[in-house]
């Protein structure tokens, strides 16, 4: 067969019309976020069904046709985008995005793989009830991807990561089959099972190299009465961690979200997105955005968020605070942390580390890490902000005054170098959240056990003999 047979055959399965093969409707899928890479295909195929699904993997195992499954695009690790072959399939799931079922007294929700995070939460709302998983890209990134990632954000501190939210997951194998699912065709979701092998754990977090999520049975939580956001400034990021530590005694499990941003990432953010500004009228080296989520009322988790800056305070843990007084001030600062990202798109090219190290090293890691860099690249920028409640940094290199975007990316090899080298000093991992994709393939063989990475790819050898589930990643 060749390519317009295989483009017909494909057709045939999931419709004409979710078979895209002219450039111009396949763009928008073949570069990532960040631009970082752009990639060929010889179709973009949207299934609208498990079924489909299967029946596309099916064809694509009978004629070794690679696949590289697709959610909102949002990736930051390259894991979506096809290489430059032309040959592999790109399935986008965003078609199958129906939330299948809803169940308040389970808490839990079954929602197909290509639905949009918010689409969750806001479900989960309109009963009352809480999809705790929060991103910046959450208008647009789909659960699929959320899980095949094993996304983290802002709630990791008190919720835990995708992995953990997760009760049951239906999956396409690559060779077609359909798993997960009971007889009567509902995808599993208990909150206790021992029967063996946690196979669901297998294809969270693999980037969609074992296989393909078609439906997900996630926990819902209650919904919080109140929850209440304040800003701290602060001297540095040891402060924080001082802070956090103050703030868990507190606040114990209603602390939600405690999200370090350096000065510079917030000055992005005001560059980029007027009006949105810091609260406070002279510039501070760090910030602090905190939320609590209360079970009482706003009065309560007002009343607590004020006692623990006033102790903050006066302990010269901190030099300033805010506590929102309105949904939309709570707003306005939450978009001084969420929108760094695309801050720093907008700024042009940089160089991302998303890493994780023990919450106590912290500041450690950053106080000599910043050392090497600035003895051996003087004048380069860190932009640095990231979940410091669950010890993932997003510690971020950016060009030197005056320094070219081309001169600057030449030293990413010896600066991803400086940086993991550092991580693993300090006991951490070189991607906490965002997986490795493309982007990191290569590194973590230096930095991962070598036995380790045998036996991933022992795993990968068993669920995908034939190596069609998006090749070229994580592995
Ligand atoms: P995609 O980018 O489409 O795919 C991601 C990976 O999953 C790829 O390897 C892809 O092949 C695979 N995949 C997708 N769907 C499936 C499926 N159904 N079955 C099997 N494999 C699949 N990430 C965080 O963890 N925390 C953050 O705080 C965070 N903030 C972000 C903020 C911004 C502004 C942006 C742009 C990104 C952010 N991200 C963050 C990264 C990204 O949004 C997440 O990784 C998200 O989970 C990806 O979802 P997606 O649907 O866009 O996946
Ligand atoms: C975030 O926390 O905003 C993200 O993970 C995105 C990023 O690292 O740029
Ligand atoms: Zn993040």
Not at 11 to 24: E, F, K, P, Q, S
Not at 73 to 102: C, E, F, H, W, Y
Not at 190 to 216: H, P, Q, S, V
């Amino acid at each position: 067969m060749n390519q317009s047979d295989h483009q017909a055959a494909l057709a045939a399965i999931v419709g004409a019309a979710n078979v895209l093969t002219n450039a111009a409707d396949q763009a928008a899928y073949l570069t990532d976020w960040r631009k970082h890479y752009t990639g060929r295909a010889m179709a973009i195929v949207r299934p609208g069904s498990t079924e489909e699904v299967a029946a596309v993997v099916r064809h694509c195992a009978t004629h070794g046709i690679a696949i590289v499954p697709q959610g909102g695009n949002t990736g930051m690790a390259g894991g979506a985008t096809p290489d430059t072959s032309g040959q592999a399939i790109v399935m986008s799931l965003t078609r199958m995005n129906r939330i299948r079922k809803l169940d308040v007294t389970d808490n839990s929700i079954t929602v197909e793989a290509g639905c949009v995070l918010a689409t969750i939460q806001q479900a989960a709302i309109n009963v009352d009830r809480l999809f705790p998983l929060s991103l910046a890209s959450e208008g647009s990134c789909t659960i699929g991807g959320n899980l095949s990632s094993n996304a983290g954000g802002t709630g990791v501190l008190r919720y835990g990561n995708t992995r953990d939210l997760c009760l049951g997951l239906e999956v396409v194998t690559a060779n077609g089959d359909i798993i997960g699912a009971r007889a009567d065709g509902e995808v599993r979701g208990l909150r206790k099972d021992n029967t063996g092998y946690d196979l669901k754990d297998l294809f969270i977090g693999a980037e969609g190299t074992l296989g393909i999520i078609t439906a997900a049975t996630l926990k819902l939580y209650p919904a919080p009465r109140a929850r209440v956001t304040a800003f701290a400034a602060l001297a540095t990021p040891r402060a924080a961690l001082q802070l956090l530590t103050l703030a868990q005694q507190r606040c114990g499990a209603t602390l939600t979200a405690f999200e370090l941003i350096s000065d510079l990432a917030i000055s992005l953010v005001e560059r980029h997105y007027p009006p949105h500004r810091s609260p406070f009228a002279v510039r501070h080296p760090y910030a602090v955005l905190m939320e609590i989520s209360d079970h009482e009322d706003e009065a309560h988790a007002t009343a607590m968020l004020e006692g623990l800056m006033e102790q903050a305070l006066e302990d010269g843990l901190i030099d300033d605070a805010a506590i929102a007084q309105s949904l939309s001030q709570s707003d306005d600062l939450w978009q001084l942390r969420e929108r760094v990202s695309e801050a720093q798109a907008m700024e042009g090219k940089n160089i991302k580390h998303d890493i994780s190290v023990p919450i106590s090293r912290i500041a450690d890691f950053i106080e000599t890490t910043d050392a090497l860099i600035a003895a051996a690249w003087p004048g380069v920028c860190m932009v640095n902000f990231g979940h410091l409640g669950d010890g993932n940094l997003h510690y971020n290199v950016s060009p030197a005054s005056g320094e070219t975007e081309a001169a600057f990316m030449a030293k990413q090899g010896p600066v991803n170098k400086l940086v993991y080298d550092s991580v693993e000093r300090f006991g951490g991992s070189i991607s906490a959240e965002h997986g490795l994709g493309q982007l990191k393939r290569e590194e973590i063989l230096r930095y991962k056990p070598a036995t380790e990475v045998a036996l991933m790819r022992t795993i990968k050898a068993a669920l995908d003999p034939q190596g069609i589930m998006n090749p070229g990643k994580v592995l």
